[in-house]
């Protein structure tokens, strides 16, 4: 199985609501991680956990909450988004610590954020 | 810190036909990891090849591959007999070697197009 999966595909909410993006891997990887993708533009890195602790943060704002409860998973909590937070948020994961630079990353589809 | 770039926004080919994708970065480690990632219009980013930089070889998959030109930092992608499924947006990433170093530093992605 070297499949990431992501729910929901698309998500529509309003500025003052709080929902969750979920990502899901059995493959085994101890690297998991957040990206932020524009229309035409490279993914830009938010968050990544290493052994389920968070090893980068790429100042985030804090309306962005991610968890991590076990390795296999990985959330992303949203709360008071902006219109310019609209974006694709994709998941990814791969082998950790020494392993991480040469394994790819495995990306999720996917979800479409809007912001009302 | 490491940049990557690619100057070709978009590029098109006829199908059947062989396209070369541009890509070079800027770094002062002498090992390092070099990617070119595929995002069809599905947006599912997938791996298309790898480069380990301290390997003089070039990498080949199939109809990919690679010209590394360790001394001249570029990395190009050369696609052979182009197929309407290789029409995609193609990402160039450059990642440490560095313990621990999960970070993907992507180009800005060239956009390929397919001609039937």
């Known amino acids: 199985d070297t499949e990431v999966t992501q729910t929901p595909k698309h998500l529509v909410m309003g500025m003052t609501n709080k929902k969750s993006l979920k990502c899901e891997q059995h493959m085994g990887h101890r690297a998991m991680y957040w990206y932020k993708q524009k229309a035409k533009k490279p993914p830009e890195l938010m968050f990544v956990y290493s052994y389920e602790k968070l090893s980068i943060n790429e100042s985030v704002p804090s309306r962005f909450s991610p968890e991590c409860p076990n390795s296999s998973l990985l959330n992303l909590h949203l709360h008071a988004l902006q219109p310019e937070d609209s974006a694709l948020y994709l998941c990814?994961?791969?082998?950790?610590?020494?392993?991480?630079?040469?394994?790819?990353?495995?990306f999720g589809p996917g979800t479409r954020l809007t912001v009302l | 810190a490491q940049t990557v770039t690619q100057s070709q926004p978009e590029m098109s080919v006829q199908e059947a036909e062989t396209v070369t994708l541009s890509c070079t970065y800027d770094?002062?480690?002498?090992?390092?990891?070099l990617f070119w990632y595929k995002q069809p219009p599905s947006r599912q980013m997938i791996l298309v090849i790898r480069?380990?930089?301290?390997?003089?070889q070039n990498a080949t998959e199939n109809r990919f591959s690679v010209n590394f030109q360790k001394a001249a930092k570029s990395f190009s992608l050369k696609i052979s007999d182009s197929q309407l499924g290789d029409a995609a947006m193609y990402f160039c990433a450059y990642r440490s070697v560095e313990g621990g170093s999960e970070k993907l530093v992507f180009g800005k992605g060239t956009k390929l197009t397919v001609n039937p």
């Open positions: 480069q380990e930089a301290y390997k003089q």
């Open positions: 990814a994961s791969s082998q950790a610590g020494y392993l991480s630079s040469y394994n790819e990353q495995f």
């Open positions: 770094t002062s480690e002498s090992d390092y990891y």
